[in-house]
T-cell receptor, first 112, second 112 residues
């Protein structure tokens, strides 16, 4: 079945860049997403990319997609303490009727 | 404002009880989902529904059923609660496959 994998923890210093990586297995993935979950809250969409794109930039966020390697990354420039959260990679594809599959989530710790 | 309402934030039930988790959305969206979130495992899809009375099984099927009698309401049912169903349950909805999914705050269910 489809699978999405990401590392569980990342620690960075305030002001540095954070890079969160994700790999997925479904070659028919059409949409890939990054969601953010703050403590005690639900998930909030940060950004998304269509599978025919290789990069998307949105203010401090840069998403890179390597479709050949099935690798997605999220770069957060000038990371702030308010960026501390769990970041989930997710993909939606035609396989299985457009259900969305999530990774385990990467917990980002930002040290002041 | 987007509103996804889950019936309870915290719930404690006894083993063997029948449990109903309700999710209501006010955006007239077709797709609705139930996920469970466990540490280190991320979000795992239990069921999703792409229209009234339509449902598809996700990755976790045993011990769960769902009901979608009205477009705005998607109910998750634990027929006979067990301790391994202790988890955070998240409801989500979206208009169609390439759009943002909106998440509720979650219901933390403890089965004792």
């Amino acid at each position: 079945g489809e699978d999405v994998e990401q590392s569980l923890f990342l620690s960075v210093r305030e002001g540095d860049s954070s890079v969160i990586n994700c790999t997925y297995t479904d070659s028919s993935s059409t949409y890939l997403y990054w969601y953010k979950q703050e403590p005690g809250a639900g998930l909030q969409l940060l950004t998304y990319i269509f599978s025919n794109m290789d990069m998307k930039q949105d203010q401090r966020l840069t998403v890179l997609l390597n479709k050949k390697d099935k690798h997605l990354s999220l770069r957060i420039a000038d990371t702030q303490t308010g960026d501390s959260a769990i970041y989930f990679c997710a993909e939606t594809s035609y396989t299985g009727g457009f259900k969305t599959i999530f990774g385990a989530g990467t917990r980002l710790f930002v040290k002041a | 404002d987007v509103k996804v309402t889950q019936s309870s934030r915290y719930l404690v039930k006894r083993t063997g009880e029948k449990v109903f988790l309700e999710c209501v959305q006010d955006m007239d969206h077709e797709n609705m989902f139930w996920y469970r979130q466990d540490p280190g495992l991320g979000l795992r899809l239990i069921y999703f529904s792409y229209d009234v009375k339509m449902k598809e099984k996700g990755d976790i099927r045993e011990g769960y059923s769902v009901s979608r009698e009205k477009k705005e309401r998607f109910s998750l049912i634990l027929e006979s609660a067990s301790t391994n169903q202790t988890s955070m349950y998240l409801c989500a909805h979206r208009r169609r496959e390439n759009t943002e999914a909106f998440f509720g705050q979650g219901t933390r269910l403890t089965v004792v």
